[in-house]
């Protein structure tokens, strides 16, 4: 105890104490340098956040560089500054790659800005996603069927992106999809990974639509491999299911007459 005691006393006391303060300012590269690393903290979160805070913080090691090179003329804080700058100027370099290696085209862009970035998906989780559809857009001209009553088996998972969808079962009209919602959502929901089955509606474009697709077996091994973009889906198909189910109640009502 005694040891400890000593140790904390010598590493508290033993060096000299200031008596006498400095009375004029450092130079103004110090104060930029501190102004940058204060705004760069402010960063936040995502690619562009990072951009933005190694970009300000590698800026504030660069002036306290040179202000311990002009000013206070320290080899070892021109040292320690000058390594911080350059992490992160690598790192600025490897944030900025990786932002232009998640580039996409312009409807997955759209897509990606009005139903996944608004739930704080990463970037990188998104073009794992696209990726499993092949990056494609699929094109279903007006009066065309995605899929027929008792025939189209259910092997696919669709997202509409846009146009408008006709539902119908048995020639009765059921509901409308409109873009940004699944094709066939209720549909895979019905079966388990290994069951199969086939569509009991029709679906019939009304204009021309795009939608993007994913493969039924690929998009389950994304799932295995990702667990939080399969309860991802899990939470956009069961909110997907409810916006149906809501569309169908309020047919049944209009048509009672009441509502």
Same mark, same amino acid.
């Given at each position: 105890?005694?040891?400890?005691?000593?140790?904390?006393?010598?590493?508290?006391?033993?060096?000299?104490?200031?008596?006498?303060?400095? %009375?004029?300012?450092?130079?103004?590269?110090? +104060?930029?340098?501190?102004?940058?690393?204060?705004? *760069?903290?402010?960063?936040?979160?995502?690619?562009?956040?990072?951009?933005?805070?190694?970009?300000?913080?590698?800026?504030?090691?660069?002036?306290?560089?040179?202000?311990?090179?002009?000013?206070?003329?320290?080899?070892?804080?021109?040292?320690?500054?000058?390594?911080?700058?350059?992490?992160?100027?690598?790192?600025?370099?490897?944030?900025?790659?990786?932002?232009?290696?998640?580039?996409?085209?312009?409807?997955?862009?759209?897509?990606?800005?009005?139903?996944?970035?608004?739930?704080?998906?990463?970037?990188?989780?998104?073009?794992?996603?696209?990726?499993?559809?092949?990056?494609?857009?699929?094109?279903?001209?007006?009066?065309?069927?995605?899929?027929? %009553?008792?025939?189209?088996?259910?092997?696919?998972?669709?997202?509409?992106?846009?146009? #408008?969808?006709?539902?119908?079962?048995? *020639?009765?009209?059921? +509901?409308?999809?409109?873009?940004?919602?699944?094709?066939?959502?209720?549909?895979?929901?019905?079966? #388990?990974?290994?069951?199969?089955?086939?569509?009991?509606?029709?679906?019939?474009?009304?204009?021309?639509?795009?939608?993007?697709?994913?493969?039924?077996?690929?998009?389950?091994?994304?799932?295995?491999? +990702?667990?939080?973009?399969? #309860?991802?889906?899990?939470?956009?198909?069961?909110?997907?299911?409810?916006?149906?189910?809501?569309?169908?109640?309020? #047919?049944? +009502?209009?048509? %009672?007459?009441?509502?």
């Amino acid at each position: 105890m005694g040891e400890n005691a000593s140790f904390w006393e010598s590493l508290i006391y033993a060096h000299p104490t200031c008596t006498t303060w400095k %009375q004029e300012a450092e130079g103004s590269i110090y +104060h930029l340098a501190s102004i940058l690393f204060v705004v *760069g903290f402010m960063g936040g979160s995502g690619f562009f956040g990072l951009l933005y805070v190694f970009s300000l913080l590698g800026l504030g090691f660069l002036c306290s560089s040179v202000w311990a090179w002009l000013d206070v003329c320290a080899a070892d804080i021109f040292s320690w500054n000058f390594v911080l700058f350059a992490i992160c100027f690598v790192q600025f370099v490897y944030v900025t790659y990786q932002v232009r290696s998640v580039a996409f085209d312009r409807e997955f862009q759209e897509l990606y800005s009005a139903l996944f970035q608004p739930l704080g998906i990463s970037l990188t989780v998104y073009r794992k996603i696209v990726l499993c559809c092949d990056a494609e857009v699929i094109t279903l001209e007006k009066e065309h069927c995605y899929a027929m %009553q008792g025939k189209t088996p259910i092997d696919k998972l669709s997202l509409l992106v846009s146009g #408008r969808i006709r539902v119908t079962v048995d *020639g009765e009209f059921l +509901h409308y999809i409109f873009p940004l919602q699944f094709l066939d959502s209720p549909e895979w929901d019905s079966l #388990r990974p290994t069951e199969e089955g086939i569509f009991q509606v029709t679906l019939t474009a009304e204009t021309d639509c795009r939608y993007v697709a994913w493969r039924r077996k690929k998009l389950y091994l994304l799932f295995a491999k +990702h667990r939080f973009i399969s #309860r991802l889906f899990s939470i956009l198909i069961g909110s997907d299911i409810a916006e149906k189910l809501y569309a169908l109640n309020d #047919r049944v +009502h209009v048509g %009672q007459g009441f509502r």
